[in-house]
Nanobody
Framework: QVQLVESGGGLVQAGDSLRLSCVVS????????VAWFRQAPGNEREFVAA??????STYYADSVKGRFTISRDGAKTSLQMNNLRPEDTAVYYC????????????????????WGQGTQVTVSS
């Protein structure tokens, strides 16, 4: 049984930092890409960042590039979020891709098979 457990959300002020973590169990962590998505009320789920199955490459949405960093330590994938903005407010989800050893992680949530429960990030101005 594959499980993804997220932690680290919270309420912060603009300019603050947060670190989200996602622990994957039940799946070989170094065979599938892991990504973070977010969803604000009334919006579709959007891609935030991803790390390749090998851990050797990372990818970011333009809106977070230079502020967010995705990393992996064994089965735990983290998202370091610096200089947070009110527009970063959303529920954040981690997910693993459906396909193994994909050359470049997908940015489409439809290509992700397993999801965490989500963690709320709220940034006040």
């Amino acid at each position: 049984q594959v499980q993804l457990v997220e932690s680290g959300g919270g309420l912060v002020q603009a300019g603050d930092s947060l670190r989200l973590s996602c622990v994957v169990s039940g799946r070989t962590f170094n065979s599938y890409a892991v990504a973070w998505f977010r969803q604000a009320p009334g919006n579709e789920r959007e891609f935030v960042a991803a790390i390749k199955w090998s851990g050797t490459s990372t990818y970011y949405a333009d809106s977070v590039k230079g502020r967010f960093t995705i990393s992996r330590d064994g089965a735990k994938t983290s998202l370091q979020m610096n200089n947070l903005r009110p527009e970063d407010t959303a529920v954040y989800y981690c997910a693993t891709e459906s396909s193994r050893y994909r050359n470049k992680p997908s940015r489409d949530p439809k290509d992700y098979e397993y999801w965490g429960q989500g963690t709320q990030v709220t940034v006040s101005s």
